[in-house]
DNA sequence: CTCCTTGCAAATTGTTTGCATACCT
DNA sequence: AGGTATGCAAACAATTTGCAAGGAG
């Protein structure tokens, strides 16, 4: 129930704009959903569809994953390593709490994810300081893991 | 003088490392000292070296700037717009505070810079509870800026 | 029936690499 | 001298775009 939901809040936004529900916006959005908390690339997601509809094009889900953000219905992100990424994690905020922030080692690149929950005060502060209304972020630490640290001594 | 202390600290950590003082690389730090404050891509390093040494390749560039993150000499950022941009601000935490976290606007695209220094103590508090030593952070906040909010409306 | 959307392939763009030459130390 | 760096051009990889054919409303 949890997928029709969101599911249904696509379809309504895409009626609202004039634009059609596809087969394959549906799936590229459904999929995004069986794996939230991961965080996935186009190329991901294009595998993953793949398997249910082997006749979707790269281009298409490079596409819809556009379109879904403009809708605000997925999230983006970017861990420098060459591809952006998408999760679904702000539209379930309600319910599972995702970790949008993110420890990246600089010497073995790993990404260690880290809780959430830390902003809400500042995202407050910003809109009553700035006017500017925030619907999502993304931070990230850059340092050294423990692991690395210890190979340093 | 305080173009003096960055290029001892390059020559320092370059000689340290069995690596060569070039021109190319002096020249690169120093245009981002130059620069501080902005976010400058490859190409607008590129751009701004060329006028004084017309024969430096882009290439070197990107290798330089490499080099320089690696020896955490500057800072890169991300702001989705395509490619990855590069300061000089942590290396002069000291004195001028730069400003690390940006609002990005889903609409029109601009990016407002936002101050620093509210992570302080979540950075403690990541070190003490994880092991990760932070060197740097990134924050961004996307969202609607004030003008888009009313154009909305 | 009319646009919107798709799949494919070609085009783009930021960045990296191979290699012969040039330069620090 | 000896290995490191450089410039150039070619290679890459992620993403975008043009276009004819297909599909939703």
Redesign the interface.
């Known amino acids: 129930m949890e997928q029709k939901k969101t599911e249904e809040l696509l379809k309504a936004r895409l009626k609202e704009k004039g634009l059609k529900v596809t087969h394959q916006r549906l799936m590229v959005l459904s999929v995004l959903e069986q794996n939230s908390g991961r965080h996935m690339t186009a190329e991901d997601i294009y595998g993953l569809v793949s398997e249910e509809y082997p006749e979707i094009g790269l281009a298409t889900v490079y596409r819809t994953l556009q379109l879904l953000w403009?809708m605000?219905l997925v999230d983006?992100l970017?861990l420098?390593d060459g591809c952006?990424r998408y999760e679904i994690g702000h539209l379930l905020k309600g319910d599972a709490k995702h970790n949008h922030h993110h420890?990246i080692?600089?010497e073995c690149n790993r990404v260690?994810p880290?809780g959430d929950d830390?902003l809400d005060d500042?995202?407050r502060h910003?809109e009553e300081a700035?006017?500017?209304?925030?619907?999502?972020?993304?931070?990230?630490?850059?340092?050294?893991?423990?692991e690395c640290?210890e190979k340093v001594k």
Do not use: A, S, Y
């Open positions: 403009d605000q983006r970017n420098d952006v420890l080692c600089r260690i880290f830390l500042l995202e910003i700035t006017g500017f209304h925030v619907l999502d972020h993304e931070l990230k630490f850059f340092g050294l893991c423990r640290m």
